[in-house]
């Protein structure tokens, strides 16, 4: 059964970091993209970043853009978001989502259950 | 940038047709993909691919996506089909996925 289980959400305050983790199961993981979606309290979908299953491929929503960093650890079957600078705005349930082919273009076919982030002095 | 937009609610009667769009330029052009989220829960996915569905959605799930408009068609709906439905597209030219707003699908 392929299983993605995000943690490392967290009350940080703004202008701080954290960095979340998505630790994946039930499939082979360097060979699939993988991306993470964020949802505000009572909010839509919005994509935060994506990775190519070798990691060579990194995008970014323009929101997020220098501020937080994408990786991923293919020994690990493990996907990350480093987040800093965090800001009110990026308060929001944070899903790690995997892609159904090798670039972050490829659809989404499985998501996690989300891990919470609240910046709040 | 690009936009996709879709309705911010659809109301239907049990066991009618519901269809929920997504509007975007030339959006018949991309991939584009649909999902169900039902209240407190992850997202699913319905639809991929326009027209693609899934092992375990059932038939009644259907989709569409030509010129300017991509469509999800539930057919004989559920009480159980309450949910938000989001479309989702690759937009090549910023390099970024991007989602619909999200549609409420109300059962009557």
């Known amino acids: 059964e392929v299983q993605v289980l995000e943690s490392g959400g967290d009350l940080v305050q703004p202008g701080g970091s954290l960095r979340l983790s998505c630790a994946t199961s039930?499939?082979?993981?360097?060979?699939?993209?993988m991306s993470w979606v964020r949802q505000a309290p009572g909010k839509g979908l919005e994509w935060v970043s994506g990775i190519g299953s070798d990691g060579n491929s990194i995008h970014y929503a323009d929101s997020v853009k220098g501020r937080f960093t994408i990786s991923r650890d293919n020994s690990k079957n493990t996907l990350y978001l480093q987040m800093s600078n965090l800001r009110a705005e990026d308060s929001a349930l944070y899903y790690c989502?995997?892609?159904?082919?090798?670039?972050?273009?490829?659809?989404?076919?499985?998501w996690g259950q989300g891990t919470t982030v609240t910046v709040s002095s | 940038s690009y936009v996709l937009t879709q309705p911010p609610s659809v109301s239907v009667a049990p066991g009618e047709t519901a269809k929920i769009t997504c509007t975007g330029n030339?959006?018949?052009?991309?991939?584009l993909h649909w999902y169900q989220q039902r209240p407190g829960q992850a997202p699913v996915l319905v639809i991929h691919y326009d027209t693609d569905r899934p092992s375990g959605i059932p038939e009644r799930f259907s989709g569409s996506n030509s010129e300017n408009t991509a469509t999800l068609t539930i057919s004989s709906v559920e009480a159980g089909d309450e949910a938000d439905y989001y479309c989702?597209?690759?937009?090549?030219?910023?390099?970024?996925?991007?989602f619909g707003g999200g549609t409420r699908l109300t059962v009557l």
């Open positions: 989502a995997k892609h159904d082919g090798e670039y972050d273009s490829s659809g989404i076919d499985v």
């Open positions: 039930g499939f082979t993981f360097g060979s699939y993209a």
């Open positions: 030339n959006i018949g052009s991309k991939s």
């Open positions: 989702l597209v690759w937009d090549g030219d910023t390099y970024q996925a991007l």
